[in-house]
């Protein structure tokens, strides 16, 4: 496929596209009343000059979270922009940084819809997070010689091979229009120079997501969380949960519960539209159950706990004795374990690791995280975990020196901003 027949397919795909937004605008009011910003409608007027991040969801916008913070304060007579394509995403930026940013959904891969937007914004540079590239995007950028950063890029095998076997022109039409990708990992530039990136816009700049700092408010709001749930219990945290995995962690739990009456489960899901359902199943499972949105105080009868907050999985990770990663039990690819890593907690994933392979390589390899294959092996693991404090203790410290000696990325990728300000300035 080249960028004609993708267009012809994108609009196409247009009234589809409609359909489902209202759908989710009737049950969700994160979409509702911004449908306009998905085709460009959005007004702005800003009188600085623009850096545009685009940070697809929550994971990538955590990620994102201390290049953002270093743009603000590296650069603030420049103006700001974050866009994001999931309610999730939004709602980070709109907790993490309020009025310092401006913030909006990034409009559809729409020929009509990107030049709106970007008539309205003008980016003067533009750093897109991991692998949201977008055609019609990035042509219109090109044109316009912006400058485009494909930062924190990350490649899977899976992915290149999907690219390879339906979009190949396509993709080696983009990576010749980006100005630079600094690819996580020496697999993913590998990967990206098979999809005909050249070498010369390629570097190996790390993972910003190991640029976690844990803030000392958010310690001793642990602290406290941890003195008011479980002075004196146990807790395992399954942070992005999917369905399909719900159903096997509340079994696990059920054993565990079997062997450690006082054990809590906090379960997370990973999307807000499945706290309702989740919390559901919980209860039909026949477990004592209460929502952390409720702001109640688990009693000793308490067994799960429904993380049904957003932007608190940081907090309630800090709960955590033991910290299973969801998506990984299913086969979604799993999602990032950096943040308990951070924490210094000991990690459990299940089989499906391919989005984080290499972060999750370097826990495994340093004895931070291990992995199972299955619901029978989690019950294990976890059990044999809750009966060995030193062992949990030694895998948490391994997790968080990974942490520590994989940082630096940020500087990085601040040295290429800081390059391309010199030469506009010129």
Not at 51 to 59: D, P
Not at 186 to 193: E, L, N, P, T
Not at 252 to 273: A, D, G
Request: proline share 5%; with cysteine.
């Amino acid at each position: 496929m080249n960028r004609f027949f993708y267009n012809i397919l994108m609009y196409l795909m247009t009234p589809l596209i409609v359909v489902y937004l209202c759908y989710r605008a009737i049950k969700s009011d994160d979409y509702r009343g911004r449908l306009s910003e998905r085709f460009g409608f959005k007004k702005f007027n800003f009188s600085q000059p623009v850096i545009l991040i685009h940070s697809v969801s929550m994971g990538e916008t955590i990620a994102a979270t201390p290049l953002i913070n270093q743009l603000i304060s590296d650069y603030p007579n420049h103006q700001i922009i974050v866009t994001t394509s999931t309610p999730t995403g939004s709602a980070v930026v709109t907790r993490n940084f309020g009025q310092q940013v401006a913030h909006c959904y990034l409009p559809l891969d729409l020929i009509g819809s990107v030049k709106r937007f970007l008539k309205q914004v003008t980016p003067d540079i533009v750093i897109v997070m991991e692998t949201e590239l977008w055609p019609n995007l990035i042509h219109q950028l090109y044109k316009r010689n912006t400058p485009i950063l494909l930062a924190n890029a990350r490649m899977s095998e899976k992915s290149m091979q999907s690219y390879l076997k339906k979009a190949a022109p396509l993709m080696h039409d983009m990576l010749n229009k980006i100005t630079q990708v600094s690819a996580q990992y020496q697999s993913d530039a590998d990967r990206f120079k098979i999809l005909g990136l050249p070498n010369n816009k390629l570097n190996i700049g790390g993972s910003i997501k190991f640029e976690l700092s844990i803030k000392d408010e958010l310690k001793q709001q642990q602290v406290i969380l941890k003195q008011q749930w479980a002075p004196s219990r146990l807790v395992w945290v399954a942070g992005s949960t999917h369905p399909g995995e719900n159903e096997k962690i509340l079994a696990t739990h059920k054993q565990l519960l079997t062997l450690f009456p006082s054990l809590l489960l906090v379960l997370i899901p990973r999307h807000s539209e499945r706290f309702d359902e989740t919390a559901t199943l919980t209860q039909n499972a026949g477990f004592n159950v209460i929502r952390r949105s409720q702001q109640q105080i688990p009693n000793e009868q308490c067994e799960v706990v429904i993380g049904d907050t957003m932007g608190e999985m940081l907090l309630l990770l800090g709960l955590a004795d033991i910290a299973y990663i969801g998506g990984s039990l299913i086969e979604r690819g799993g999602h990032n374990p950096l943040e308990p890593a951070a924490l210094g907690k000991p990690i459990i994933m299940g089989p499906s690791c391919y989005n984080f392979s290499d972060i999750s390589n370097k826990l495994i390899d340093a004895g931070g995280l291990e992995t199972i294959k299955n619901s029978e092996q989690l019950t294990a693991l976890v059990s044999q975990l809750i009966n060995d404090e030193e062992r949990r203790s030694a895998m948490g410290e391994n997790a968080l020196n990974v942490v520590k000696e994989n940082q630096g990325t940020l500087s990085r990728l601040m040295n290429w901003v800081s390059t391309q300000v010199n030469i506009l300035r010129v």
